[in-house]
């Protein structure tokens, strides 16, 4: 199976700040078929992109995905206090449908 | 607008079954799959299955076959999941998602369920 390696497992940074969040699989993602969830203490998890690069109705812009191959990136250009929390990739090219281990993005 | 809700948070001793239910509103129920993905206690999540809601097929997780089934009842536009064979590393919250795909296998999800605390002790 495909296992994802996010990093860093933990990032601290203020509102205003620009946040990078990395997603590494252990073999390509067949036509970047990568996903990233938003998930807040005790609700479901957000859609924000698929397809790597798209992002998911009502996501706003400063919300942007990239990558191919085995590397993928989130960023969010300028964090908003609602912007603080856990972020997990998944892929949905080869089953099992594995996710990362989650990036906790903490107001410092 | 897009509901998933599912049934309450359940108890069950080792060696049982767990059948939860999600309820799905606001949409065409058939032109969607749905999978059912869990999450431990602290910790990240998992995709078990999914199953299309247009023509029942559905695909496991290896990890799940023999001891899970997914079903849908397009009457009342209702998915069920049944975990058999209880053990205490099961105790997980399981969310059912609407994914995108209804008939070719897995994709992604854009709705999720607001979960179900499935609980595993003696």
């Known amino acids: 199976e495909i296992v994802l390696t996010q990093t860093p497992g933990t990032l601290s940074l203020s509102p205003g700040e620009r946040a990078t969040l990395s997603c590494r699989a252990s073999?390509?993602?067949?036509?970047?078929?990568l996903v990233w969830y938003q998930q807040k203490p005790g609700q479901a998890p957000r859609l924000l992109m698929y397809g790597a690069s798209s992002r998911a109705t009502g996501i706003p812009d400063r919300f942007r995905g990239s990558g191919f191959g085995t590397d993928f990136t989130l960023t969010i250009s300028r964090l908003e206090p609602e912007d603080f929390a856990v972020y997990y990739c998944?892929?949905?090219?080869?089953?099992?449908?594995?996710f990362g281990q989650g990036t906790k993005l903490e107001i410092k | 607008q897009v509901q998933l809700v599912q049934s309450g948070a359940e108890v069950k001793k080792p060696g049982a079954s767990v059948k939860v239910s999600c309820k799905a509103s606001?949409?065409?129920?058939?032109?969607?799959?749905i999978s059912w993905v869990r999450q431990d206690p602290g910790q990240g999540l998992e995709w078990m299955g999914w199953?299309?809601?247009?023509?029942?097929?559905?695909n496991y997780a290896q990890k799940f076959q023999g001891r899970i089934t997914m079903t849908t009842d397009t009457s009342t536009s209702t998915a069920y999941m049944e975990l058999r064979s209880l053990r205490s590393d099961d105790t997980a919250v399981y969310y059912c998602?609407?994914?995108?795909?209804?008939?070719?296998?897995?994709?992604?999800?854009?709705?999720w369920g607001q979960g179900t605390l499935v609980t595993v002790s003696s």
């Open positions: 606001g949409y065409s129920f058939t032109d969607y799959g």
């Open positions: 073999q390509s993602v067949t036509n970047s078929l």
């Open positions: 998944q892929q949905y090219a080869t089953s099992p449908y594995t």
């Open positions: 998602a609407r994914d995108l795909s209804a008939v070719a296998g897995s994709t992604f999800f854009d709705y």
């Open positions: 199953i299309s809601a247009y023509n029942d097929n559905a």
